[in-house]
């Protein structure tokens, strides 16, 4: 007769099994921990050779290449530098020419000086570039160049990009007729003007004709208009006269004007 307290195959199975789980569940909790004890280790070492101060070079950023100040307005750009200098950095603004043309004196900057320090090197600084009202009817160009200067030699004579300032210009060359169309009354005239849409740099004279085959009866006068530097922004009349005649039509004509 088997005795009761022999241990059976089925405990000794079950005992086997459960000595295993716990084995196996004990291994896989140090592994995971040695795994976080690595990861934290790894994440430490980086947060003391990488620095998040030591991650940016120097550098200069201009937020514009180029800017288009109104005639009579501005348009403006900034300045900052990219990371903490050891000592004071001063930008100077210069205006050049650009593309073969001189810088315009109608466009200039303000400021043309900045300084960042070591506090305040992180503060974008506002350069504004005006466009002075002129009457050239021109665009005026320019080339804004950057240099710096410190006793800093990662930031003394870094490069810095320029911006290109073109002037939207807000006066017209040509010649404005206030008229497209006149109905003198027979025996009686009309008028229309003629300016100049800027100022020129010479006097300009402007010539009235009537196109061939014109309506005998309508003339106008003068036939000549001269605007000089001095007067192109004064109107100045033309009169259309249509001469009394027993036609009984309507008599019609075109005028041009050329300089």
Wanted: with cysteine; net charge negative.
């Amino acid at each position: 007769m088997d005795d009761w307290r022999e241990p059976r195959p089925l405990f000794g199975e079950l005992a086997s099994t459960v000595s295993g789980f716990l084995a196996y569940r004990r291994y896989r909790f140090l592994d995971a921990l040695a795994a976080t004890v690595c990861g934290a280790a790894v994440v430490l070492l980086l947060g003391v050779f990488t620095p998040a101060d030591a991650q940016t070079s120097a550098g200069v950023t201009v937020s514009k290449l180029a800017v288009r100040p109104p005639e009579g307005g501005d348009d403006s750009y900034t300045i900052v530098l990219d990371s903490q200098p050891t000592a004071d950095v001063t930008v100077t603004v210069v205006k050049n020419g650009f593309l073969g043309f001189a810088g315009d004196g109608d466009l200039t900057a303000d400021p043309t000086s900045i300084t960042f320090t070591t506090a305040n090197w992180a503060t974008a600084r506002t350069v504004t570039i005006e466009a002075a009202e002129d009457a050239d009817g021109l665009e005026g160009i320019a080339a804004f160049t950057h240099s710096a200067s410190s006793i800093d030699s990662d930031y003394d004579g870094i490069d810095i990009a320029s911006v290109i300032a073109i002037e939207d210009e807000n006066d017209t060359i040509g010649v404005e007729v206030s008229k497209t169309a006149v109905t003198p009354p027979e025996g009686g005239n009309e008028t229309y003007t003629i300016v100049l849409g800027s100022q020129p740099t010479d006097s300009v004279t402007v010539t009235v004709d009537k196109v061939s085959g014109g309506d005998a009866s309508l003339t106008r006068s003068p036939a000549t208009i001269t605007f000089t530097t001095a007067n192109w922004s004064t109107a100045r009349t033309v009169t259309v006269a249509a001469a009394e005649d027993n036609v009984g039509l309507e008599g019609t004509a075109t005028f041009t004007q050329s300089a």
